[in-house]
């Protein structure tokens, strides 16, 4: 047997993620009980039992619970899966470890996208706003991808960044001209520092089976991400067809990203921390990586949003804001370690 192939068969061996896991798990179910009862109105415990023996109830706390909170909930779940797992095929695909689809402009290809929606549709219905966010990150994508690809070397690494951080900054300003040009400062500002505001059962209803969709499909393509991410010249030794896997991936990171902006906005580092954070305790085998990579991504963004709802009642504070501060110390924590995937 060759060394790569006891690689794959001994990846999931070299580390134990149950205490990771088992962590994780105790946090989620906090977060969940927390984003419940606190905000800007505070229930106790008896009022929040209550309200889910009788749901049909109608009542205030029914319709703070039932019909506010609890979409906003599986949003910050969603989206916080979402986008750790986006930034963990990230880089795996590209064998960056500070890939991620904020850093290679796919959010600032949803966001401009918006922007354009914004003002060309008086109405933007949720499946409108997903296919216009999707295009968008398609496009930036493309953009990045096509800049950094050098014919017979693959992407170099140092090209993909720089081709990122050209294209996030050329989207960014046309979408800052599109918005003084035709006066959407209102409509974009929500927008750009990422909230759970507007949250409802029906863009739920629209947006979430894309992402789930997204999550599936990783799951299935895991191992061929194991292969990819050792090196293109090992995964095609070992007969993966590494362009048909590396769209398909891409594809997939494009349809969580482009959901997960639908319906927070503009968000990063989520899926630049995470997958460091879980390789720590995870092995290198995807199978394992991209689920705890989603759960960990899912807790964390639930404690972000009841952050943003108790730090200064009644006023919300950005989602971005609170990323960020605890995202750049990461950032930094990660560039001085040198971490490689």
Not at 170 to 185: D, K, P
């Amino acid at each position: 047997m060759s060394n790569d192939k006891k690689f794959l068969k001994q990846a999931g061996r070299l580390k134990t993620p149950w205490l990771a896991a088992g962590i994780l798990l105790l946090l989620f179910i906090l977060g969940w009980y927390a984003a419940l009862r606190f905000g800007a109105l505070k229930y106790s415990h008896a009022q929040l039992i209550e309200v889910f023996r009788h749901p049909l109830t109608d009542s205030r706390e029914q319709d703070v619970i039932i019909d506010l909170r609890l979409p906003r909930t599986f949003a910050a779940i969603l989206v916080g899966a979402a986008m750790a797992q986006a930034g963990a095929i990230m880089q795996g695909v590209t064998r960056n470890p500070i890939a991620d689809p904020g850093l290679l402009g796919i959010n600032a290809g949803s966001g401009l996208a918006l922007i354009i929606g914004y003002a060309v549709f008086d109405n933007m219905h949720y499946m409108r706003l997903l296919v216009i966010c999707l295009f968008g990150a398609f496009a930036a994508a493309f953009l990045v991808f096509g800049l950094s690809y050098q014919k017979g070397k693959g992407y170099n690494q140092l090209r993909l960044i720089l081709a990122g951080a050209m294209v996030s900054t050329l989207f960014s300003a046309i979408g800052q001209a599109v918005t003084i040009y035709f006066n959407l400062s209102t409509a974009v500002i929500g927008w750009q520092a990422g909230g759970l505001v507007q949250i409802n059962w029906k863009m739920l209803a629209i947006i979430a089976p894309f992402i789930i969709s997204g999550f599936i499909l990783a799951q299935l393509l895991a191992h061929q991400l194991t292969i990819l991410s050792l090196n293109e010249t090992v995964a095609k030794s070992l007969g993966q067809r590494t362009f048909a896997v590396t769209v398909a991936l891409l594809g997939i990171v494009l349809l969580m990203s482009a959901g997960a902006v639908a319906l927070v906005g503009s968000v990063s580092f989520i899926g630049l921390i995470i997958p460091h954070f879980i390789r720590m305790f995870a092995p290198k085998s995807y199978r394992i990586l991209l689920p705890l990579t989603a759960f960990a991504g899912a807790t964390f963004m639930l404690w972000v949003d009841i952050i943003c709802r108790n730090l200064n009642p009644p006023a919300e504070t950005p989602i971005s804001a609170i990323i960020s501060i605890i995202g750049l110390p990461c950032f930094l924590w990660l560039i001085r370690r040198g971490s490689n995937l």
